[in-house]
């Protein structure tokens, strides 16, 4: 579990891979560099991120883990793609470490599922509703405002490009109707979720009280699933991320969303009862 991570999002996960797959062998650090002939302080630069990670080293480091071949070829294969999130550099000033990490993984993620029981998904919010939660968060500058909502509209795109990230979304009721702005914004908000529910890559559960019990109690958290890498967990705190990385939690935050997907109301009932909240 980190709560930092490194300035690039693609090297971080890799490193995470690196690690992961280190102590499923039972190495420590020095008894892998021993076996690999690479020196212990860049091992661990490469399990941090900290420093680029190349094929030959990755290989290295894996056979020595006595990886599968098709896993080392995986993860070869991830460390030659571009750095997708190479458009968040115009905002470092105003986005933090963890923030800037996240939407990073977002960009490198094939699927993400999030549960928000408290505010909308940021992915699917809109302008007047980033601009208000922006202007309402007691820790954002009053001069880095609005750059931080273009990034936060910059950070939408991710669910219309090519190929498009697939998202599932469960909100909690409360969640909708917690006031933000006036029923103007609220009215759009509403409508822009109904259009996002129509895109083949979105889907929009919500959760209501009625629903019953879930196993998702302990709150927002987000499910990120990669196509050359295992799935990561993001749970947001007061002024800062968290990144799971353990294989058995984030398991059990699987089971939550599969927990959280029967108690919800359907997408079609969803839409009905966002449909109902215009006024």
Known sequence: MFELAAPSA??????VEIARFRNEAGLTLSQLSDATGIGRPKLGHMETGR???????????????KVPREDIDRLVLLSSRPDEAAW?????????????TLVGLESLARKEFVFEPIVLPGLLQTEAYARAMTA?????????????????????????????LELHAVI??????LWVGDWRLLNQQYEHLLRMSELP???????????????????????????EARSIVYVEIQDAGIFVDDARRVHTY????????????????SVTLIHSLIT
């Open 10 to 15: 693609l090297q971080w996960l890799i490193g």
């Open 51 to 65: 420093s680029v990670q190349y094929a030959n080293d990755i290989r290295r480091v894996l056979k020595a883990c």
């Open 254 to 269: 699987t089971l939550s969303t599969e927990s959280l997907k029967r108690v919800a109301l359907s997408p079609a009932e």
């Open 201 to 227: 890559n979105v889907t929009i559960q919500v959760l209501r009280a009625q629903g019953g019990l879930h196993s998702a109690t302990t709150g927002q958290f987000m499910l990120l699933d990669f196509a």
């Open 88 to 100: 968040i550099g115009p905002w470092t000033d105003v986005a933090s470490d963890w923030l800037r």
């Open 172 to 177: 909690n009721e409360q969640a909708l109707n």
């Open 136 to 164: 309402g968060a007691s820790r954002v500058r009053p001069d880095a405002g609005e750059r931080l909502v273009e990034f936060r509209m910059e950070r939408t795109r991710l669910l219309t490009k090519d190929p498009a």
